[in-house]
């Protein structure tokens, strides 16, 4: 028997058990007071009633009433004696089978009555193993006895508890038996549960198929959703520890070429065979390897600064930074197609500086990577939102690793023998400052041109 199945048992045991005691308390010392407590109501009720009836009319019902409220009652004059008056009392009850060893009205209780009270007595009848509750009224100058017989209430009330107790004793071996075939019902699932997690803790991401339409289906369910988002977190944190280690990797070769450089012309230097040029390199190679720094030392910057956010006009932003860029485009010989569909008003809620350096990292790549001679850029609102666009020919095809290149310093293959070098960190940062902006962006692939693309939503401006 599982350790549950164990507790759920002994705790309604438990439960029963006080249940069984309480329920003996109340029969054995409550139930005869609330008994008798009863019947002196029924008998004041009556009484209250008789009382209300002229006598000529009373003597004429009692056998009607005797019926209809199941009691006894006998009459006579107050004008007698005390023992004349409980000697005809006692007559009448004996004639109407109500044997009574014990009866009698004193002389105080009579003349109460001569004054118009009431008068109760209960007389016990041990032989008889029972009780009479009597109440003593005055109507019309004569005496009223409505009488009750009662049983003796301990012997029925022994009988009861033991009847009550063969009751409980089945009723504890029935939910025993059905505690142990629920908790069983319920333990296998738990135990199916208990499986899962452990297999989830040694990172096997598996799941558990339970249905009984209950809290433990719904928890099943939710330790599903939780293996699955703990395996999507997973393949995450392993993907980001790969490109982790390419990112060292690819920072160390980096910093490693300049260095290199550095320590050769440094060198030289000593040995004297400095033609003039060696200071320029090492000049060179310093600036390159400070600018990486600064490069990864804003990429590390923008994950935790702090970004103004307020309304931009997007559309003379993005004039002026093409603008800015059609003179190296014109010494480059290339072309810079602009296709700017948006009104004057086109507001967004961004980060000015933020949202200009993505734009003109986007406008550089385009400008340095384009193996045509033409690079178009187009903006146009699409569904109460901003589309940006910028497009060029490309040498690679679609089956290349296109997402990679938003990982820092990944640059394709036939990158790296062009004319043209970088860091390899400019869409890493704008990939992080579009993410700031919630903002959709990606790159597609199609007929040998690559297009960079994001969408912000629009922002209504009011003018006060």
Known sequence: ?????????????????????????VNTYFLPKYFLYQKKNKLAELSSELVSIPYSSLVQQIGAMEEQYQVTIAYTTLSESADDVNNKLLLQFNRKGIALGKFWLTEESIAKLRDGGQVNKIYDQSKLKSSFLVNFLSVGGSVFAVGESMSNSSETIEIVNVFNMYIWLGMLLLLIVLSALYTARIVKPLAKLNET???ISHLSFTKVDIQTGDEIESLARSINRMSDNLEEAHKSLETKNANLQTFIGDISHELKTPLSLIRVYASGLQDG???????????????????????????SRLQEELYRFEAIN???????????????YHQC?????DNILLTTETWVMADRSKLESVLHNWLTNAMKYTSGVRVAVTSVIKEDSVCF????????????PWDLVWEPFYVMESSRSKRFSGTGLGLSISRTILQKHKAQFGLRVRDGVIAFHFQIPLFIKIEK
């Not at 199945?5 to 309480?22: D, E, G, P, Q």
């Not at 932003?317 to 059609?326: D, K």
């Open 1 to 25: 028997m599982s350790k549950l199945s164990r507790k759920l048992i002994i705790r309604i045991t438990a439960a029963l058990c006080v249940v069984f005691v309480l329920s003996f308390a």
């Open 333 to 337: 010989g290339l072309e810079l197609e």
């Open 389 to 400: 666009e910028i497009a060029n020919s490309t040498e690679l095809g679609e089956d290349m």
């Open 197 to 199: 997690a452990e297999a």
């Open 314 to 328: 997007f559309k003379q932003l993005l004039v002026e930074t093409i603008e800015a860029y059609r003179t190296p």
């Open 273 to 299: 065979l400095d033609d003039g040029t060696y200071a320029n390199v090492i000049q060179q190679q310093s600036d390159a390897m400070s600018a990486l720094i600064d490069r990864l030392l804003e990429l």
